[in-house]
């Protein structure tokens, strides 16, 4: 299992309405994250810029991403998204993965 981190950045003045929309998560949306690979997954907001940080554990991140990419539900989700988000582009492409250097077991 690989532990994998991104960034994301979101529209500062839709924070408020971004973290609304993640208080019911659909839960077609939440089996196809689990059975495309994604587990134990967070998300991390720093409030005062917009700063989106996710962790993850998977056996194979790309893999896990392209299997999301083809379910239908991602596809209607990251367009309700999208509107949080200044990349131009559904967020889950926008995603910065960052190097792990460290890891405390």
């Known amino acids: 299992m690989h532990r994998v981190c991104f960034t994301m950045n979101l529209r500062p003045?839709?924070?408020?309405d971004y973290l609304a929309a993640h208080?019911?998560?659909w839960p077609e949306?939440?089996?196809?994250?689990?059975?495309?690979?994604w587990?134990?997954?967070?998300?991390?907001?720093r409030p005062t810029d917009g700063l989106v940080v996710?962790?993850?554990e998977t056996e194979d991140f790309d893999?896990?991403?392209?299997l999301m990419a083809q379910t239908e539900v991602n596809g209607k989700w990251q367009s309700q998204m999208a509107?949080?988000?200044d990349t131009g582009t559904h967020p889950?492409?926008?995603?910065?993965?960052?190097?792990?250097?460290?890891?405390?077991?």
């Open 13 to 16: 003045d839709r924070i408020d």
């Open 23 to 25: 208080q019911d998560v």
């Open 29 to 37: 949306m939440l089996e196809a994250l689990r059975s495309t690979g």
């Open 39 to 45: 587990h134990n997954y967070s998300l991390f907001l």
């Open 54 to 56: 996710g962790y993850l």
């Open 63 to 66: 893999r896990a991403r392209e």
């Open 83 to 85: 509107q949080y988000f």
């Open 92 to 105: 889950d492409t926008a995603m910065t993965v960052v190097d792990e250097y460290f890891h405390l077991a």
